[in-house]
């Protein structure tokens, strides 16, 4: 019988490359993990790891196993949660993560609107910018994620994440006000951006990604000249004619726009599209329901 756990750690394995990485997403020591791995191959009577470089990866059987392990340990939330909607109450605590925009647009209101309608759900908030709210989720370090799509992102069918969109939201260009593009009437041509030098979030951002998208869809690579994860400072850099930029529109609510020129861009790659993630199965647990009900609603209300 191939114990649950031990496909827990394969799969915390496969999403970290090393086992110490595994180990430090599953609180465990190196030691514990190589000790169960060691057992799921003497459980299942096949090698599933092999050396690759200074980290690992799975062998043919260990990703034939890591697909059903996928489906396994979704089910065990799906049984979680039911058991959970058995004795239940929706009392409790909800770990979610999420980047800065999004907690400001969906997830505050959420809290507000949780409070009246079921006031027995805790929110814990955890601000996790770029790319990694969604490894917490499947680590198990948050219940819940509000993320935005980017290439590297668990595809949409992938059981082991149930997935639900928010709102999706324009990218603006953000020029110098003495640029040659400020002043044109309609929106700004990507590809007559591809000589400008370029400020904008480092990689691993998921707006980075959708700003290479874009310029790729034009094509062209942009230079990137200068590197925030700040859209104030990003702003405050194309003010100074510093750059132009590729800015979501959310993000420059509150910020200084007297010295710069926003305009609309011809593409449609250049949008951030947000949504909520849960592992797979825990949708249906009482605690969970009611927190994406709320995110759903917070989103609807942004119009």
Same mark, same amino acid.
């Given at each position: 019988?191939?114990?649950?756990?031990?496909?827990?750690?394969?799969?915390?394995? =496969?999403?970290?490359?090393?086992?110490?990485?595994? =180990?430090? #997403?599953?609180?465990?020591?190196? $030691?514990?993990? $190589? @000790? @169960?791995?060691a057992a799921l191959e003497q459980e299942t009577g096949h090698a599933l790891l092999a050396r690759d470089g200074r980290g690992v990866r799975l062998t043919a059987a260990g990703e034939i196993l890591l697909g059903h392990a996928d489906a396994v340990l979704a089910q065990l939330e799906r049984a979680e949660a039911?058991?959970?909607?058995? !004795?239940?109450?929706?009392?409790?605590? +909800?770990?979610?993560?999420?980047?800065?925009?999004?907690?400001?647009?969906?997830?505050?209101? /959420?809290?507000? $609107?949780?409070?009246?309608? #079921?006031?027995?759900?805790? *929110?814990?908030?955890?601000? !996790?910018?770029?790319?990694? &709210?969604?490894?917490?989720?499947?680590?198990? @370090?948050a219940d819940l994620a509000v993320a935005v799509e980017y290439r590297g992102a668990p595809r949409a069918d992938a059981q082991r994440?149930?997935?639900?969109?928010?709102?999706?939201?324009?990218?603006?260009?953000?020029?110098?006000?003495?640029?040659?593009?400020?002043?044109?009437?309609g929106p700004v041509a990507m590809a007559d951006l591809a000589a400008e030098p370029w400020i904008g979030p480092y990689p691993g951002n998921p707006c980075h990604d959708v700003v290479l998208l874009a310029c790729e869809h034009a094509g062209f690579t942009p230079?990137? +000249?200068?590197?925030?994860?700040?859209? &104030?400072? +990003?702003?405050?850099?194309?003010? !100074?004619? #510093?750059?132009?930029?590729?800015?979501?529109?959310?993000?420059?609510?509150?910020?200084?726009?007297?010295?710069? /020129?926003?305009?609309?861009?011809?593409?449609? *790659?250049?949008?951030?599209?947000v949504f909520a993630a849960v592992r797979g199965g825990a949708e249906r647990h009482p605690l969970i329901r009611p927190v994406l009900g709320a995110l759903e609603k917070a989103a609807a209300e942004l119009g």
């Open positions: 019988m191939i114990d649950a756990r031990r496909l827990r750690t394969l799969r915390a394995v =496969a999403d970290h490359r090393t086992v110490t990485a595994a =180990a430090a #997403a599953l609180y465990l020591t190196p $030691s514990a993990v $190589s @000790q @169960q791995l039911d058991l959970a909607a058995y !004795a239940t109450g929706a009392h409790g605590q +909800v770990t979610v993560a999420s980047f800065a925009t999004g907690i400001a647009l969906v997830l505050a209101p /959420a809290i507000g $609107s949780l409070a009246e309608s #079921a006031p027995g759900v805790r *929110l814990k908030v955890l601000d !996790a910018e770029g790319d990694a &709210s969604l490894p917490m989720v499947l680590d198990g @370090q994440l149930a997935r639900f969109p928010l709102y999706a939201e324009p990218f603006e260009a953000v020029l110098p006000l003495d640029h040659r593009l400020a002043g044109r009437p230079r990137l +000249v200068h590197s925030s994860d700040n859209f &104030s400072a +990003v702003v405050a850099l194309a003010s !100074a004619g #510093a750059g132009v930029a590729l800015v979501p529109r959310s993000a420059l609510l509150g910020v200084d726009l007297s010295r710069v /020129a926003v305009r609309a861009v011809d593409s449609d *790659l250049a949008t951030r599209k």
